[in-house]
């Protein structure tokens, strides 16, 4: 490794992908490349940009055809354990989620519809991106004492990094919405309060 | 003078100390919550268990006094076990509040739990709950009975720092809970006290409660402008946080230990009074009640100090300093209105009526600095002749100083003197009524927000530090004498309140020798 030759070989090797049928063709390249450094003139061959045209059409029509040998097998009820591509048919058609995905946050709620949340502003604490803001307020009643008067999470500013949820010890914040699509027209509707983060 | 040793380190200290004191002269902290300094001893929280040697039980080291040739060990298993099980049971019954309670991040229950609890709960019986939660005891604080691990700190300082009695330990066992004495309230000046003692979350303040958390809090080493007693306090601030109450900086403030001054407390007068910080700030100058820029407003008032300079009537130039104002800006307007202009007339003693007082921290001058703008600025005139000759048009400058006239002098009086002075100049923080009167406003910093000292009714000059920056255009009051005074084209070339200090030291007899580092944290007494 410390041969600075043999270095920058590895580093050529990986920049242009010597493996595969069509290898011999960049491994040319490759050792034009060694020669003159990264600026390199195309030859004439390269120029016609056939080389790279028959790799390309050779990695598409490899899927292609792979995939459409396996769904005709899988019609037929052949080679069912193999997976070929699928593609979902979205927005109309939704790509089960997995159950730990981080998605949009909601505040959970007690029985009578208030937040769960108790504003100990531990999640605000630990957020590394700043994007909660709690005011608080003493609760009527006196075995909850302090609640969110109001809780503001901005999910422009949100890494979905999961701290909020992860923190949180009362369960209040949850980020199992589902909901992937927070896209918005305005960086101002990007701000969640209380009651939008409340509502199912 | 007794010798005796602690975890292998030998201290001579007098006889009657316990070994708690003698511990802490050698930096080693032992866990306590009952013990105060400035309390009498009670030693019932029994966590400051230690060891020592040919005794066969623990010892309190908060009661225990030392002896020659003690042998004492703070962090023994045999100590660590003890204590481990003190805290075990001194949480049997403390519920798990900690996220609605005020006092997380500054309590000892969690912090000598994550130091030397951290066991499993064994605990299968439900906790015993009180009748209410958390109640309001006074105006100041609120008391939660179930939080309480019945110190008693509150209790004795009711009994031995202000003897009004107030709080009492009622009932026997698991029912025992702390209470006022039926029919009480805790209303004594100094209430406030109660909850920076309570090492946990019983007593809580109700101005603070619920505002923020505690760990947002930055803090800054201060003195209290509310008297002339000077009581040291740290101002708590937070700025990263502006939605927490409008965008104010300022939590609260705490008292700052200074056995000079204040010991471990301050009154209540002074710890809620700093809603002037944030609240009814002067941001802008302002001409005639439109905002303009200090640029502006300097060629106004130069102009007006300019032109009454060439006709050589500087005594139709009336200034109303104050005893607010810090040692540095006080010598930096004598400098100005007395030495380089000459002939202006000068005072501070506005007639204001005495404030509450009483023997213990409470002045009844409410100002932090009477004893300094004394010292600096003397006086020859009386402000009443200042306001009189203001009224009669007399006076063509009225430079005022965070005065408000129209309360003290009455409205009419204010009416006239805007009417008859040329240029009426209010320089001050806040807006009072006399900005409505003024012609030329200057806003000015408060105490939170500049450097400077501040002299006490016991003669000790005590400095304060800035905070935070100020709010909008605000400008210290020494540098906007400094900038007029370049403007007059007579330079008094001030960097920063450490170079007009160390000029007050060199010029004014009582300040000699003193700089910025002889002062201190804690400050020091003037020579007489």
Known sequence: MDNPNQKRRQELEKYFDVQGPFAFLRLAQMKRAWRQGNRRQLTWWENTYIPTLISGIWLTSKHFFRNLGFHI?????LCKDVRAAVTYQYPEQKRPLGLRLRTRHRLTKREDDSPRCVACMMCETVCPARCIEITAAEHPDPNIEKYPAEFILDLGKCVYCGFCVEVCPEDAIRMDTGILNTSEYSRESMIYNKKRLMEE | MPNLTIDGQQVDVPVGTTIIQAARKLGISI?????????????????CLVEVEKQPKLQISCYTPVAEGMIVRTNSPKVLEARQNVLEFLLVNHPL??????????????????????????????????EKKAFAIGRTVMLDQERCILCTRCVRF?????????FGVFNRG????????????????YSGNVVDICPVGALTDRDFRFKCRVWYLEKTKSVCPGCSQGCNITVEWDKMRPHIQKQARVMRLKPRFNSEVNDYWICDKGRYNYHFIDENRIVHPQFNKESISWEQAM?????AVNSL???????????????????????????????????????????????????????????PNTAGAEIILGSDTKPQQIVQKARQGEIDLLYVFGHDLSQLFGKEAIYQISKNVKLFVFQGSNVNNTCNYAHLILPSQVYAEKEGTFTNCQSRVQ???????????????WEILSLLSERLGSALNFKDPRSIFNEIAATIAPFAELTYEKIGDKGTTLAK
Not at chain 2, 158 to 166: D, R, Y
Not at chain 2, 317 to 342: C, H, Y
């Open chain 2, 174 to 189: 698991d029912h025992s809970q702390l209470d006022l004495y039926p029919g009480r309230k805790l209303d004594n000046n």
């Open chain 2, 463 to 477: 400095r304060i530090w800035p905070a935070f920056q100020p709010l909008g255009e605000a400008r210290a009051d």
């Open chain 2, 158 to 166: 009711t009994e031995n720092i202000t003897k009004t009695h107030e």
């Open chain 2, 97 to 130: 509040d900690c996220p609605v309670c005020d006092q997380a991040g500054e309590c000892k229950l969690q912090d000598y739990y994550m130091k030397h609890g951290l066991y499993d709960s064994r605990l299968a019986d439900v906790k015993i709950k009180k």
């Open chain 1, 73 to 77: 097998l899988h019609l037929v009820g």
């Open chain 2, 299 to 303: 060629d106004i008032l130069a102009g």
């Open chain 2, 31 to 47: 866990p306590h919550y009952c013990y105060h300094p400035a309390l009498p001893v009670a030693g019932n929280c029994r966590i």
């Open chain 2, 309 to 367: 300079k060439i006709s050589k009537r500087m005594n139709r130039i009336g200034v109303l300093a104050s005893a607010q104002l810090t040692n540095e800006d006080l010598f930096v307007i004598k400098k100005l209105f007395k030495d380089t202009l000459g002939g202006a007339l000068v005072d501070f003693r506005v007639p204001e009526k005495p404030g509450e007082s009483d023997e213990f921290l409470m002045k009844a001058d409410k100002n």
